[in-house]
């Protein structure tokens, strides 16, 4: 099992920063992809950023220039920092992992999801 836990969120003004992080745990043996999602009340889920395991990246139009997504390898931890917050990018953020997992005699594909994270941007 992996279980994803996530830290960095709350309420900032427009125009601030934040980082996000997201650590995983489990008997993991390799992380082929790890991301960050947002759901805005009403609206469906989204992408925001992902970063595969060779190091691509791939960003939502709307944040494109604001947000970096980065990787701790060592601590299969994965980064999003928010620079020049919009009160548009208030949303819950979920962190999303893809990698293969390790059980007894055996190892398979995983995928999971953070419990999630509100970001707030409000005067």
């Known amino acids: 099992q992996v279980q994803l836990v996530e830290s960095g969120g709350g309420l900032v003004q427009p125009g601030g920063s934040l980082r996000l992080s997201c650590a995983a745990s489990g008997t993991i043996f390799s992380i082929v992809s790890m991301g960050w999602y947002r759901q805005a009340p009403g609206k469906q889920r989204e992408l925001v950023a992902s970063?595969?395991?060779?190091?691509?990246?791939k960003y939502a139009d709307s944040v494109k220039g604001r947000f970096i997504i980065s990787r701790d390898n060592a601590k299969n931890t994965v980064y999003l920092q928010m620079n020049s917050l919009k009160p548009e990018d208030t949303a819950v953020y979920y962190c999303n992992v893809n990698g293969v997992v390790v059980t007894p005699g055996q190892m398979h594909d995983f995928g999971s999801w953070g419990q999630g994270t509100q970001v707030t941007v409000s005067s």
């Open positions: 970063l595969t395991s060779g190091g691509s990246t």
